[in-house]
T-cell receptor, first 114, second 116 residues
């Protein structure tokens, strides 16, 4: 069964600190992996998207890594800001998955405090 | 234009009301989606339109009725909803339903629906 597991479920960090969020998946055959940031009550906003051949991709203070062999991804946030407080969702797409292309993780709820 | 626009942002409706949610994109995407998201849960797929034709209905109750009048617009008509239907309704679009990466899968900001 195609699944995406994220950890931790929630995380509280001090402003300015770094943090790393984890994503493990069993989606097969793998097409791509996306990290989204979702503020409460708002739609998800794409941070990064990686294909099988990409190991790392950065978007400002966000850096995502992908290990397609172990089926693991991480999202590293550097020098966190209060505005980083949100849910971070890992989403994996399968090749030729027809009309239901995306498998969502349950998200990590990040709270950045002063 | 790289956005998916949803209106209204907030909607409160009674159980006997009829209302519609609207979604619009001008990126030339030919696949459009409706999702329902409850608090602290991931989005759940409701409907998929591919080239203006309904291709997936994830066993959604008939009180939700989707419509795709053209390639840029997607509506969700609501009738006789229940309080448990209160949720964030998200629209998304992509260049096509299937294919390789970077097909521009984009979400709208959502409509916060409250059924009273």
């Amino acid at each position: 069964k195609n699944q995406v597991e994220q950890s931790p479920q929630s995380l509280i960090i001090l402003e300015g600190k770094n943090c790393t969020l984890q994503c493990n998946y069993t989606v097969s055959p793998f097409s791509n992996l996306r990290w989204y940031k979702q503020d409460t009550g708002r739609g998800p906003v794409s941070l990064t998207i990686m294909t099988f051949s990409e190991n790392t991709k950065s978007n400002g203070r966000y850096t995502a890594t992908l290990d397609a062999d172990t089926k693991q991804s991480s999202l590293h946030i550097t020098a966190s800001q209060l505005s980083d407080s949100a849910s971070y969702i890992c989403v994996v797409s399968a090749v030729n998955s027809g009309n239901t292309p995306l498998v969502f993780g349950k998200g990590t709820r990040l709270s950045v405090i002063a | 234009d790289t956005e998916v626009t949803q209106t209204p942002k907030h909607l409160v409706m009674g159980m006997t009301n009829k209302k519609s949610l609207k979604c619009e994109q001008h990126m030339g995407h030919r696949a459009m989606y409706w999702y329902k998201q409850k608090a602290k849960k991931p989005p759940e797929l409701m409907f998929v339109y591919s080239y203006e034709k309904l291709s997936i209905n994830e066993s959604v109750p008939s009180r939700f009725s989707p419509e795709c009048p053209n390639s840029s617009l997607l509506n969700l008509h609501l009738h006789a909803l229940q309080p448990e239907d209160s949720a964030l309704y998200l629209c998304a679009s992509s260049r096509s339903v299937s294919g390789p990466a970077n097909y521009g899968y984009t979400f709208g900001s959502g409509t916060r629906l409250t059924v009273v």
